[in-house]
């Protein structure tokens, strides 16, 4: 009977039959209504007890989760229930979701009719890659006499790893294959190459470009044809991450390093979908994570993997073994996205000859962060003396980032400066400007 739970109307009742037996000292003839109620009590538990008890496998339930979690995405959790007795009841269901989430107060509840199935469903957002596990699944069954409930437990002891963001890579294929990504959708336009690698001859029309004109073909169908290019492919793209401790700082519930694993993530799908190479590297006291640059099939899962087991170590980030790593690694000229984040103007200076040292050779893109709480702070409208001080040393740091932006610009290292939720947006279209550009 360890499944067996005394409800609330019970005790309501006895607390009735009670005050008719206190009554039954004053008033001798509610003594018997006592006795008739306190019967009636019992029979009507020993019936609740024989309608939830009597039958077996009286409810069935089925939790379905996926094959594993989106780090900060809604991942939809099923629970189905199919009702086998023969009366209606009421179901609660409680379910053990890991401890991650921190919810304290998970129920579903509902009534079924006999024979009825019906499927729950509720979200889960996670905020951190790694296991989940998931305890028991616990539904609490009520008959309409309202006097116990049974408990049935299911599925006890699941886990699912959890990783970087992906339910949303099929929205960023489309941008990558239409080339053009607005923040207000998405718009089609035929963009052509301006590199080298030659497409097709075709006839002129009014706009080309008359420089590509073809001189031989023209002189052959005595008619204008120019040269249309295409976007070169096969280019080497290298996403590294900087995991020192400035990458832990927290933003909407997700730390910057987490930020940048969703948005590698996303724009190693977009680069291996353009036929270029995706490769990762991590660094923080050392180089890890190494992903080298490729375009073959299992490409991106090989990234998401390492992506996977990326934690934050605290230590204070080491640009000049970054600097020799990629001197000695990446050969051929390539794009190198850094994401990193820096505060001051000072911190940059410090590392500058590193990053002009990796620009000598690659394009660099340094990706740092703007804080969305100084964001805030100055779009707000100061009602006292204090706010209007808090905003004033807000704008001083904001200005600090854009003299940041300004002295790598100095050296021709571009900068990718956004708020933590816009990073997947900035980098793939600073991605797709640098393919429509030539850059590279």
Known sequence: MKNLYINSRFYMALLAVGSLYVLAFFFSVLLWFAHILLILCLILLAVDIFLLFGKKSALLARRTLPEKLSNGDQNEILVSVKNNYPIPISVRIIDEIP????????????????????????PLVPKAR?????????????????????????????????YPSFIHLRKYELMALQNEFMMGGLKKIRKLGHTMEFEQIKDYVSGDDIRTINWKAT????????????????????????????????????????????????????ILKKSDRAGLMTFSKQTENKVAADNRSGQLRKISEALYRIQTDFFESDFSRL?????????????I???????????????????????KNHLLVVVFFRNSELHDLIQANPENMKEVYDQIIAEKLEFEKKLIIQELRKYGIHSIYTLPENLNIEVINKYLEVKARGLL
């Open 99 to 122: 401890y991650q989430f921190q919810k304290r107060d998970f129920l579903l509840s509902r009534q079924m009719k006999s024979g009825e199935d019906v499927v729950f469903q509720y």
């Open 130 to 162: 790694g296991t989940y596990h998931f305890g028991k699944l616990n539904v609490f069954v009520r008959s309409q006499l309202l006097f116990i409930s049974r408990r049935f437990i299911f599925q006890e002891g699941e886990s699912l790893p959890c």
């Open 219 to 270: 002189a052959k169908r005595n008619q204008l044809m120019v040269n249309q290019f295409q976007d070169e492919k096969s280019q080497r793209i290298f996403l590294i991450i900087d995991k020192g401790r400035t990458m832990q700082m927290p933003f909407r519930g997700l730390s910057l390093l987490d930020y940048s694993v969703n948005a590698v993530m996303a724009l190693s799908h977009i």
């Open 323 to 335: 600097y020799q790593d990629v001197r000695f690694t990446v050969g051929q000229r390539s794009l």
């Open 337 to 359: 996205l850094l994401f990193t984040n820096f505060e001051t103007l000072d911190a940059v200076t410090r590392q500058m000859k590193y990053l002009r040292g990796i620009a």
